[in-house]
């Protein structure tokens, strides 16, 4: 039998497969089932900043304005999804799920800005959290705001969110950077133990006959693995900090390309999505069985074989291949 344990964040993992944030892992009855069906950890899904500004502006607006304010309130806050617990709740689920399951709890703090919603670190160690993964998710889009001063931001957070905990610290983010290696080296430095490569962007639709702005959420497919393949594969080695590949793990197949790259834990949702919770032992199972097939006898020996640094063909990730694949093309209409 193959060695499927791995690490991840300096925490010892049964397996390399991890379920990111969804509403799979909201509740108690459905980490359960993810455990039982195999899977190493879950991200819990997230608690907002807006979520954490909302809740604290609000008691102080009432204290200081009354409730009759409160229409004014809700225009200068951004309220809430309704499906979405407080974060109040949210500290108390971390304490329910520690209970209910034997796999680490990782607790999911997602925003931009610094400011005092980061004191949610703190308590979600508290409320028992092994681990925290800070998702980064911001649409920049005022021209007068510069990347240095976007990516500084986001590096003084990543300091700010540290400075708050002691536990293990993963930052998610996306792949939207001009030096992904510059910033992915400054996020470290300034504390990340992991990087999750990559956050799944929301890409609102239009809807032309109605002339409305529609949200769109698709679930991924496996196409959607080839870029953090291709990031993962190049940070490999480059960095003192682990790496989650996040988008596209749908088969097993996909999940041992995330390990080969260079990935500690590939996560999935989506598959889970689609397939159902159970799809995790496929995926488990298929790794497993090709384990066996091409004679690995564990995970660790397996991470990183196809990364940059030990393909024979480096520059394949690199420009010099694009322009190969571009001269490669061949269509019956050409
Ligand atoms: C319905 C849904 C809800 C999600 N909620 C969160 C969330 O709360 N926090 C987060 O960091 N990512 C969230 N994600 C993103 C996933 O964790 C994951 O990064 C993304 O779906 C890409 O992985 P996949 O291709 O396996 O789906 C959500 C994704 C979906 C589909």
């Known amino acids: 039998m193959p060695d499927l344990s791995t690490t ?79 974060p109040e709740e949210y500290l108390k689920q971390i304490g329910k799920l520690k209970e209910a399951v034997d796999i680490p709890v990782i607790a999911s703090l997602n925003g931009s800005s610094r400011g005092g919603w980061v004191d949610y ?27 240095q001063q976007i990516e500084q931001d986001y590096v003084d957070l990543v300091a700010d969110v540290r400075a708050q905990v002691t536990i293990p610290l993963a930052v998610k983010l996306g792949p939207f950077f001009t030096s992904l290696p510059n910033l992915a080296a400054r996020l470290v430095k300034a504390g990340a133990d992991g990087l999750v490569l990559f956050n799944r962007f929301y890409q609102p639709d239009l809807d032309i006959e109605t002339l409305s702005v ?64 159970d799809h995790a032992r496929v995926l488990l199972q298929g790794l497993e069985e090709w384990m ?15 990364s940059q640094r030990n393909v024979e063909d480096p520059a394949a990730f690199e420009r010099a291949n694009y322009m190969r694949t571009l001269a490669s093309f061949e269509h019956p209409r050409i």
Do not use: C
């Open 292 to 306: 066996g097939t091409y004679e690995y006898e564990s995970v660790a020996q397996m991470t990183g074989a196809m």
């Open 121 to 147: 670190a703190k308590k979600m160690q508290q409320a028992g959290a092994d681990a925290i993964e800070l998702n980064l998710y911001y649409m920049h889009v005022d021209p007068l705001e510069t990347s």
């Open 8 to 86: 991840y964040l300096g925490i010892s993992l049964k397996n390399p497969l991890v379920a990111s944030a969804s509403p799979l892992t909201r509740r108690v009855d459905t980490v359960r089932q993810l455990e039982d069906a195999g899977v190493s950890a879950v991200v819990m899904h997230s608690l907002f900043e807006e979520q954490i500004r909302y809740e604290s502006h609000e008691v102080d607006f009432f204290l200081e304005h009354g409730a009759e304010s409160y229409a004014e309130a809700q225009r200068y806050l951004v309220e809430p999804p309704g499906f979405r617990i407080g």
């Open 214 to 277: 529609v949200p769109n959420l698709e679930l991924s497919t496996s196409a959607d693995l080839r870029l953090p393949l291709r990031w993962v594969a190049i940070f490999y080695g480059r960095l003192e900090a682990d790496l989650a590949l996040s988008s596209g793990i749908h088969t097993p197949a996909d999940l041992v390309k995330a390990v080969m790259a260079g990935a500690k834990v590939g996560m999935t949702t989506s598959a889970l999505l689609r397939n159902g919770i």
